[in-house]
């Protein structure tokens, strides 16, 4: 079976294919039945011609032999044969032939002499046939007489004995046949066949070729042997024609003769080929028709279908399409259906779209909505601002995870109904990301200062109003040659910036924040600087109120960059926190501050040196046992200052580490107290030697009656568990004295002095101990 | 009867001298006797001197539509006589060369007498019934007769020593319609001679045109 591109053309000629075959076999049947019936019928009635050829044979014979024997009858006649009256005989003879119309009449003596009527080939009857004719009684028969062949009656004279034959012949040429086909009901040919001495049939017409004459005589020899005269067909010089030969009685026994009636098949057809004719004409038009008819049917079977196929396509390439639904059969139902299908994935893509681009909590609009907006967008004048929700981990603790997304999608709202030309989105959990156009980034700082005004008020949740808080970076559009350049990445990074640095606002700064990347690759400089000894550590000298001494330094990593310059530590330090690079940025801290303290010692200086530890570190057994080996080398007293940046994940080994720290004979410091996770628990659990106050609470005492009063009941927990109390952040005579009359035992502060590098220090100690002041 | 008549033959006709009787058995190729067979024998002696005289009538009866007899011998010049003792009349002619006559349409008892000088064969026929055949055979030697029903043709009182034997029958199948051979009669007693012939078929007679 061939494989069609189209349906079309399979349909065609799978229907043409069909009719053809039906037409073949009809017209076939019809042929081979009108062939057959012709042939039965053209064979009946050949039999019948026959029948009736014998019929009238008799009956011409008869006739013959009526006119013969009247005139031998005639006793005229007989008185003049009687007394040889040959003129008489001749003139009667003639007489009769005229008037029966025959072709010869002649008599033949009982002597056996002949007396002809005019013209009568006497001579031309052999002697076989002479002796044929003298019978005792009638003889009839076909003879040859010259060469033709006659219907020959003889009639003997009797008087009353033989006296000799009255003979009349009948020419069978070609008007006796002719007559003689006339009274078939086909037009049939007859002829006369005779066999001459050598055997050979031929007619007597010479109508017949060599070739048929001799296919002819075999079948006439045929039947002649076996007495069978049923018709036959045979191939003749007009094709197949049926024939059939009956036996004539001959007189003369040598010479036998046939009737060969012959009807060509063609013939017989021609009545039918009218009909032939009309069946295939018939046949090819119904081709014809059915072909365009299955042509057309298949196409209007096959158009929806391509339809639905072009739409199909359509569809995958994501297009919007509908097929025109043209009829209500299956074709219709199946366009209906693809029609709702498209809808609905359409529907679907629409929704899924939606969910993509927006938040389902708030509905509004997501990261990936906002990013694409931008990307439309353009312009030098745009700005992000990332609005972070402040404490909003807390927040939802509070008030419920589905009343906070509410809260995030009610400071959308918002933000909208101020800002009717900005756009805005949830960039994350927390973080509202808006994107409005302003003359320059003074007038964005404005904008984002009247939004976060209009914000931080109180919101009505249902039944609740809630305090919010917002943290807010903005970043306008890059810079040449800045590396973040995508605004809302810039803006979530001011916003984390802000954050970072306590801040209730900060504009993206291009030299503060890499990018990732750039962090990476920060960190692994970081090592290579460790390795190469370019980490630089100043200290920070922790002056004891009750001595008046500086009895302590804070040991505090500096990172002069081959090529940045100075990193800020706030930008490395926290990034080797996040990466797992602190601790070996720690352990060389160690290293070098009690490398350091060696040789302070030397030089007579026998100061604490206290070192950052970072709460992450605390869990870190892998820390805590080389660092023991560490400190065992340690020429002075060594205290850790445990930040709290960043959540202790298991307080449990944290806390057995720091047991083993104090057992080594390490102080223990809480850093930065007072912010952060920092808590009372903490102080529970944690048996540190010392509290650092972190520096906030520090620089607003002297203003803030409220924040000294903290200050001191800090002093006095910290006293009453049994701790010393540090003051970081003095910066004033003022804060010295007030720390000073509260109890606290330590001060750190610029005051004092900044961090210094080693050698600075030791110039700084040089001066302390001549001075020996007192600060204030 | 028979023996009666040729106890008259011999008282009469064979005092001078010495005679034979030859018996000619006619018979066709299967071996049926052929009747009406004329036997005439012609001694080579030549026959005695003479008016010849038969002991049969000389007439030919037409009674039922036919001829009777169906051959009739007669001797030359003899007058024969022709009753017609039908209801009906007939018409009696002949074409034979040996003598053609026509005796024109005669009534019941009529008679018409004709008179053959000739020796020959004579057919005769009726103009109006075409089924009526007779022959009449004129002879010119005492010695003839006619076979019987047992195809015996019994001629007495020829002379001994060679003659020619004629056996004559109308439909016989030879040139002049008998066969002639050459024969001896012994001195004395009986001969007997036997003829096989081949008839044609008589003339058909039934036929109607």
Request: charged share 20%; proline share 5%.
């Amino acid at each position: 079976m061939p494989t069609f591109r189209r349906l079309r053309t399979k349909l065609t000629i799978l229907y043409a294919g069909l009719f053809a075959g039906v037409v073949l076999l009809i017209s076939l049947v019809v042929y081979t039945a009108v062939s057959n019936n012709v042939t039965r019928l053209v064979r009946e009635e050949l039999v019948a011609s026959g029948t009736v050829f014998d019929r009238v044979w008799a009956l011409r014979a008869a006739q013959l032999e009526n006119g013969a024997g009247l005139l031998s009858r005639d006793f005229g006649f007989r008185e003049a044969i009687a007394s040889n009256d040959q003129a008489t005989i001749r003139s009667a003879l003639d007489n009769l032939k005229v008037r029966l119309g025959i072709d010869q009449a002649l008599m033949i003596g009982a002597d056996g002499h002949l007396i002809a009527a005019d013209g009568a080939p006497v001579g031309a009857i052999s002697p076989g046939a002479l002796q044929a004719l003298e019978g005792d009684g009638t003889a009839s028969g076909v003879l040859m007489i010259g060469g033709a062949p006659h219907e020959v009656v003889s009639v003997p004279i009797l008087a009353p004995t033989v006296m000799g034959w009255v003979v009349f012949a009948a020419k069978l040429d070609h008007a006796q046949m002719t007559a003689l086909e006339r009274l078939s009901a086909i037009p049939l040919d007859a002829s006369v066949l005779d066999r001459d001495a050598s055997g050979r049939w031929s007619d007597a017409d010479g109508r017949l070729g060599a070739g048929e004459a001799r296919r002819i005589g075999g079948y006439v020899d045929q039947a002649m042997a076996t007495h069978s005269w049923a018709p036959q067909v045979l191939s003749t010089a007009d094709g197949p024609t049926a024939v059939m030969v009956k036996p004539l009685t001959v007189l003369a026994p040598d010479a036998p003769a046939a009737l060969l009636l012959s009807y060509p098949m063609s013939r017989a057809m021609a009545p039918y080929q009218p009909l032939l004719y009309a069946v295939v004409v018939t046949a090819l038009t119904g081709l014809a028709l059915l072909v365009l008819g299955s042509w057309a049917l298949a196409r209007s079977l096959t158009r929806p279908i391509l339809a639905l196929d072009e739409a199909a396509t359509r569809l995958k390439n994501g297009e919007r399409t509908e097929v025109a639904v043209v009829t209500g059969d299956e074709i219709g139902r199946l366009a209906e259906s693809f029609n709702a299908m498209a809808a609905e994935i359409g529907k679907r893509e629409r929704r899924i779209t939606h969910l993509a681009l927006h938040d389902p909590d708030t509905d509004l609009p997501n990261h990936q909505w906002l990013q694409r907006r931008l990307e439309r967008t353009g312009g030098d004048d745009l700005f992000v601002a990332a609005l972070g929700v402040d404490r909003y981990a807390h927040v939802r603790g509070a008030i419920g995870y589905d009343l906070a997304g509410e809260l995030v999608g009610e400071i959308g709202a918002t933000v909208r109904r101020a800002h009717r030309d900005a756009r805005v989105a949830r960039l994350s959990t927390d973080v509202l990301g808006v994107l409005f156009r302003a003359r320059d980034l003074a007038a964005a700082r404005a904008v984002v200062a009247e939004m976060q005004a209009r914000l931080e008020a109180p919101v009505r949740l249902g039944d609740n109003t809630v305090d919010v808080s917002l943290t807010v970076g903005l970043a306008s559009h890059p810079l040449p040659g800045e590396r973040v350049t995508s605004l809302i990445e810039r803006a979530n990074i001011a916003l984390d910036l802000a954050r970072a640095g306590r801040q209730k606002f900060a504009v993206f700064d291009e030299s503060l924040y890499g990018d990732p990347a750039k962090n990476l690759s920060l960190m692994s400089e970081m090592r290579q600087s460790i390795a190469a000894g370019q980490m630089v550590l100043h200290y920070q000298p922790k002056y004891d109120l009750r001595l008046g001494a500086v009895t302590g330094v804070e040991a505090l990593v500096r990172w002069p960059h081959p090529t940045r310059g100075l990193v800020p530590p706030d930008a490395f330090i926290s990034m080797a926190e996040e990466t797992g690079h602190i601790r070996p940025l720690t352990e060389w801290v160690i290293d070098q501050a009690l490398a350091d303290q060696r040789a302070l010692q030397e030089g007579g200086l026998d100061l604490e040196v206290a070192i950052n530890i970072s709460g992450r570190l605390l869990d870190d057994d892998g820390f805590a046992t080389p660092t023991l080996a560490r400190l065992a080398g340690a020429a002075g007293a060594v205290c850790f200052e445990i930040t709290e940046t960043a959540v202790i994940e298991q307080p449990d080994v944290a806390l057995g580490i720091i047991e083993r720290f104090a057992g080594a004979g390490v102080k223990v410091a809480i850093d930065d107290y007072g912010t952060g996770l920092s808590s009372l628990a903490y102080l529970k659990q944690i048996r540190a030697n010392e509290l650092k106050i972190d520096k906030s609470f520090v620089f607003a005492m002297a203003s803030s009656q409220r924040d000294a009063l903290l200050v001191r009941s800090t002093v006095d927990l910290a006293h009453g568990l049994g701790l010393q109390v540090t003051a970081e952040g003095v910066e004033s005579p003022t804060a010295l004295a007030l720390l000073s009359g509260m109890g606290c035992d330590l001060a750190q502060g610029y005051l004092i002095a900044r961090p210094l590098p080693l050698n600075e220090l030791l110039t700084f100690m040089a001066e302390e101990e001549r001075a020996l002041r007192t600060y204030g | 009867m028979r023996g009666l008549a040729l106890l008259f033959l011999f008282l009469l006709g064979s005092l001078p001298a010495r005679a034979a009787d030859l018996a000619v058995e006619v018979r066709n190729a299967q071996g049926k006797p052929v009747p009406d067979a004329v036997a005439t024998l012609y001694p080579a002696q030549g026959a005695r001197s003479g008016p010849i005289h038969f002991d049969w009538p000389m007439e030919m009866v037409q009674q039922d539509l036919q001829f009777h007899p169906f051959v009739l011998i007669v001797p030359a010049g003899a007058v024969v006589a022709f009753p017609n003792r039908d209801d009906v009349r007939h018409h009696v002619y002949s074409f034979s060369p040996a003598h053609p006559f026509e005796l024109k349409l005669y009534g019941r008892d009529e008679t018409r007498t004709v008179r053959f000088d000739h020796p020959g064969a004579i057919a005769l026929g009726c103009n109006i019934h075409d089924n009526m055949i007779a022959f009449i055979k004129v002879v010119d030697t005492p010695y003839a007769a006619k076979s019987g029903a047992d195809g015996v043709a019994s001629l007495r009182g020829a002379p001994p020593g060679q003659a020619v034997l004629h056996v004559w029958h109308p439909y016989l199948r030879a040139a002049g319609n008998e066969i002639v051979r050459t024969i001896t009669l012994p001195r004395a007693g009986g001969a007997r001679e036997i003829v096989v012939v081949e008839l044609r078929n008589p003339p058909p007679r039934d036929q109607s045109y």
